[in-house]
């Protein structure tokens, strides 16, 4: 079996006249957290998608190596991708994203619903990933109601919730302060490799990509370097 | 300088060609309900004789429960257009333009749309013209000259409507202007007072007891009284109490919600129990009115064919009128709701595709903003239908008895008028789907 969770290559993908990914080849190891930097424009947060199942590149594949098997996830219906994304992977955005009018757990809860989850088991597991994440007591606060932090934990933990193999997350410290974003970035550190899961994160930020085990730089649509924190390239 | 930026901004967004067609669409559809609504009563001011003055008076009463909706469905499309541009705008605020500028920009952008609109409006109005003059009343059809307003009449919509969007565009950026960077941070629910259902229930005790009695008030004008205020006190009522009520269902709901649309759906109406209402108010009024209205000319029609020819007339225009009224109003709440609806879509867009690309499927994204409104629209109409059966009671009961056809007509409309509202909501599906794609 692959010790690559997710494997791409060969991706290309354009929207009009530009070209977002020219032929990118990307292995992703089981358990590992790797940084996509670049600047805006680059086509990292296409590549994240791309990766994740959420577009579809117009050339080259996707591999997905899971417990079950291996899934070619570009050759999946637009149905099939959804189920992945929902069974398999976990998301964090810059935003959070959070549904505004639910509260902390229920957030959390509505991931594993989706999955046929009963509502109480669900927020049963819910309410443990808040407390594991240091939310325990704000369970029911609406999202309005916690800080930027706060709710990054809230997203966190609904990425994490459904047992997802890899979490894909697009700049999730970037609306927060340096001394929150290390806490959110640790929290999520250790909620995925610290747990032997994947995270692949895409940022701007050095702090963040020098937490990752492995940072892919990308220029123009493709990727120009690789290089292991800490040391010299 | 405003008239350039102003053009600037009248480009498409990224939310595309529908974030100006929307309130255009809107701002068409109440100038030409408001055109339709007012040639149609216009008609009943032809006629001079005594019974003319009774028409005249019930016409008034219909335009009186058109109101609610259509105020409902002007606020919602002059809303829209005002939000529409809500980022652009503070993004100026931050780049130094002042709050006259923006106020200004904001002003001309609305009434830009809304005079298009109510261009739009005029053009549907004359359009249905030749269909509202085939109305009976009175035994022949209302007649193209009867329901054809005359220029003033129009130019008076016009303007009124352009000013209903003036005025809402600048209260609605007020906040834009006090303070760009403020953010809609939706922190608490609001609460709504236990004090409203005891007042309500009073008032419809009283209403109630005031029908029980009628029969043995001493005059004509001394039961028109009682009517009048059984009437205006009960529909007044539900205004205080629907809103209530609505939050007290939605809070079940959301306790017993098994599935995510079913939760989601609660929390949505829970959000703001009083905006859930205001969408469908309207019907509450006409369902109560319909009931109230419906039953008493239901009984007066089967006992009244011993009676002369001018009563019967009487009794099949008022059956008319009520059924026209209904329609009407759920024409203008399923229109309200549209735009409400793509509203919705609009300002959620950034959710709605992060939760597709969590693995929601737009199904059941779907089906949760369906619920949203069609719950608390099912307590308003069956809520306001039964209130008003309990508030006439002994006359409902006589009703069921010897003109159960006549109450059947009107739960049919009721139904009818409650598919509308969900055709409105599915016109606006493709939006969804289009958001959530992204």
Same mark, same amino acid.
């Given at each position: 079996?692959?010790?690559?969770?997710?494997?791409?290559?060969?991706?290309?993908?354009?929207?009009?006249?530009?070209?977002?990914?020219?032929?990118?080849?990307?292995?992703?190891?089981?358990?590992?957290?790797?940084?996509?930097?670049?600047?805006?424009?680059?086509?990292?947060?296409? @590549?994240?998608?791309?990766?994740?199942?959420?577009?579809?590149?117009?050339?080259?594949?996707?591999?997905?190596?899971?417990?079950?098997?291996?899934?070619?996830?570009?050759?999946?219906?637009?149905?099939?991708?959804?189920?992945?994304?929902?069974?398999?992977?976990?998301?964090?955005?810059?935003?959070?994203?959070?549904?505004?009018?639910?509260?902390?757990?229920?957030?959390?809860? @509505?991931?594993?619903?989706?999955?046929?989850?009963?509502?109480?088991?669900?927020?049963?597991?819910?309410?443990?990933?808040?407390?594991?994440?240091?939310?325990?007591?704000?369970?029911?606060?609406?999202?309005?109601?916690?800080?930027?932090?706060?709710?990054?934990?809230?997203?966190?933990?609904?990425?994490?919730?459904?047992?997802?193999?890899?979490?894909?997350?697009?700049?999730?410290?970037?609306?927060?302060?340096?001394?929150?974003?290390?806490?959110?970035?640790?929290? @999520? @550190?250790?909620?995925?490799?610290?747990?032997?899961?994947?995270?692949?994160?895409?940022?701007?930020?050095?702090?963040?990509?020098?937490?990752?085990?492995?940072?892919?730089?990308?220029?123009?649509?493709?990727?120009?370097?690789?290089?292991?924190?800490?040391?010299?390239? | 300088?405003?008239?350039?930026?102003?053009?600037?901004?009248?480009?498409?967004?990224?939310?595309?060609?529908?974030?100006?067609?929307? +309130?255009?669409?809107?701002?068409?559809?109440?100038?030409?309900?408001? !055109?339709?609504?007012?040639?149609g009563a216009q008609s009943f001011w032809t006629w001079s004789d005594?019974?003319?003055?009774?028409?005249? &008076?019930?016409?008034?009463?219909?335009?009186?429960?058109?109101?609610?909706?259509?105020?409902?469905?002007?606020?919602?499309?002059?809303? *829209?257009?005002?939000?529409?541009?809500?980022?652009?705008?503070?993004?100026?605020?931050?780049?130094? #333009?002042?709050?006259?500028?923006?106020?200004?920009?904001?002003?001309?952008?609305?009434?830009? *749309?809304?005079?298009?609109?109510?261009?739009?409006?005029?053009?549907?109005?004359?359009?249905?013209?030749?269909?509202?003059? =085939?109305? +009976?009343?009175?035994?022949?059809? *209302?007649?193209?000259?009867?329901?054809?307003?005359?220029?003033?009449?129009?130019? #008076?919509?016009?303007?009124?409507?352009?000013?209903?969007?003036?005025?809402?565009?600048?209260?609605? !950026?007020?906040?834009?202007?006090?303070?760009?960077?403020?953010?809609?941070?939706?922190?608490?629910?609001?609460?709504?007072?236990?004090?409203?259902?005891?007042?309500?229930?009073?008032?419809?005790?009283?209403?109630?007891?005031?029908?029980?009695?009628?029969?043995?008030?001493?005059?004509?004008?001394?039961?028109?009284?009682?009517?009048? *205020?059984?009437?205006?006190?009960?529909? &007044?009522?539900?205004?205080?109490?629907?809103?209530?009520?609505?939050?007290?269902?939605?809070?079940?709901? #959301?306790?017993?919600?098994?599935?995510?649309?079913?939760?989601?759906?609660?929390?949505?109406?829970?959000?703001?129990?009083?905006?859930?209402?205001?969408?469908?108010?309207?019907?509450?009024?006409?369902?109560?009115? &319909?009931?109230?209205?419906?039953?008493?000319?239901?009984?007066?029609?089967?006992?009244?064919?011993?009676?002369?020819?001018?009563?019967?007339? =009487?009794?099949?225009?008022?059956?008319?009128?009520?059924?026209?009224?209904?329609?009407?109003?759920?024409?203008?709440?399923?229109?309200?709701?549209?735009?409400?609806?793509a509203a919705g879509i609009l300002d959620r867009g950034e959710l709605?595709?992060?939760?597709?690309?969590?693995?929601? +499927?737009?199904?059941?994204?779907?089906?949760?903003?369906?619920? #949203?409104?069609?719950?608390?629209?099912?307590?308003?109409?069956?809520?306001?239908?039964?209130?008003?059966?309990?508030?006439?009671?002994?006359l409902t009961g006589a009703a069921i008895i010897v003109a159960p056809?006549? !109450?059947?007509?009107?739960?049919?409309?009721?139904?009818?008028?409650?598919?509308?509202?969900?055709?409105?909501?599915?016109?606006?599906?493709?939006?969804?789907?289009?958001?959530?794609?992204?």
């Open positions: 079996m692959s010790s690559f969770v997710i494997e791409a290559s060969g991706l290309s993908k354009s929207f009009g006249q530009t070209h977002a990914l020219a032929g990118v080849d990307l292995q992703v190891r089981t358990g590992e957290a790797i940084a996509i930097m670049g600047a805006s424009g680059s086509g990292k947060t296409t @590549l994240l998608h791309c990766l994740a199942g959420i577009t579809r590149p117009d050339a080259g594949t996707v591999d997905f190596q899971s417990g079950a098997g291996r899934v070619e996830v570009t050759s999946l219906s637009e149905r099939e991708r959804s189920r992945l994304r929902r069974e398999a992977y976990g998301f964090v955005f810059q935003q959070g994203l959070l549904i505004p009018e639910l509260t902390a757990v229920e957030n959390v809860a @509505l991931a594993l619903m989706l999955n046929g989850m009963p509502r109480a088991r669900a927020e049963e597991y819910g309410r443990g990933w808040l407390a594991a994440l240091g939310l325990a007591g704000m369970e029911d606060r609406r999202i309005g109601q916690l800080s930027g932090g706060q709710a990054q934990r809230v997203a966190i933990a609904r990425a994490q919730v459904t047992g997802a193999s890899v979490v894909f997350a697009d700049e999730p410290t970037g609306a927060l302060d340096s001394a929150t974003s290390a806490e959110v970035m640790q929290a @999520l @550190l250790d909620s995925t490799t610290g747990q032997g899961r994947t995270l692949v994160v895409v940022t701007h930020d050095a702090d963040v990509a020098g937490r990752c085990s492995r940072i892919v730089d990308m220029r123009d649509g493709r990727i120009v370097g690789e290089r292991v924190p800490g040391v010299a390239a | 300088m405003i008239a350039r930026v102003a053009w600037l901004l009248a480009r498409p967004g990224t939310s595309g060609a529908a974030a100006s067609l929307l +309130p255009v669409t809107a701002f068409a559809i109440v100038t030409a309900l408001l !055109l339709v609504v007012l040639g005594d019974i003319g003055v009774t028409y005249q &008076a019930l016409a008034v009463i219909a335009l009186v429960l058109l109101v609610v909706p259509l105020a409902s469905l002007g606020g919602a499309a002059a809303r *829209l257009s005002a939000r529409r541009r809500d980022d652009r705008l503070a993004t100026l605020r931050l780049l130094g #333009a002042t709050p006259a500028t923006v106020s200004a920009l904001a002003v001309l952008e609305s009434v830009v *749309l809304a005079a298009a609109g109510a261009i739009a409006g005029v053009v549907l109005y004359f359009l249905l013209v030749p269909l509202v003059a =085939l109305i +009976p009343f009175r035994g022949e059809p *209302l007649g193209v000259d009867g329901v054809l307003l005359g220029l003033p009449a129009l130019a #008076a919509v016009f303007a009124g409507v352009v000013l209903l969007a003036a005025a809402s565009a600048v209260l609605g !950026l007020r906040q834009v202007v006090i303070s760009p960077l403020g953010v809609r941070t939706k922190q608490d629910a609001p609460k709504l007072h236990w004090l409203r259902i005891v007042i309500g229930v009073a008032v419809i005790a009283i209403a109630f007891l005031m029908m029980s009695v009628l029969q043995v008030a001493g005059s004509m004008l001394v039961i028109f009284a009682m009517l009048g *205020l059984a009437f205006g006190g009960t529909i &007044a009522v539900l205004n205080l109490i629907g809103p209530w009520v609505i939050r007290l269902v939605a809070q079940s709901q #959301a306790r017993r919600a098994k599935t995510p649309a079913r939760l989601l759906a609660a929390r949505s109406v829970l959000e703001s129990p009083k905006a859930a209402w205001r969408q469908v108010s309207g019907v509450a009024m006409t369902s109560f009115m &319909a009931v109230f209205a419906g039953t008493g000319i239901a009984l007066l029609g089967s006992f009244g064919e011993a009676g002369d020819v001018e009563s019967m007339q =009487l009794f099949d225009d008022i059956r008319t009128g009520i059924l026209i009224t209904v329609i009407g109003s759920f024409l203008m709440v399923a229109s309200s709701v549209g735009v409400n609806q709605y595709r992060s939760l597709d690309m969590l693995g929601m +499927p737009t199904p059941t994204m779907d089906s949760a903003r369906r619920r #949203a409104v069609m719950s608390p629209l099912r307590i308003t109409a069956i809520g306001s239908a039964v209130t008003a059966a309990i508030v006439m009671l002994p056809l006549s !109450l059947a007509v009107i739960a049919g409309v009721l139904a009818a008028g409650i598919g509308v509202v969900w055709l409105g909501l599915l016109a606006t599906k493709p939006m969804l789907e289009r958001a959530a794609a992204g």
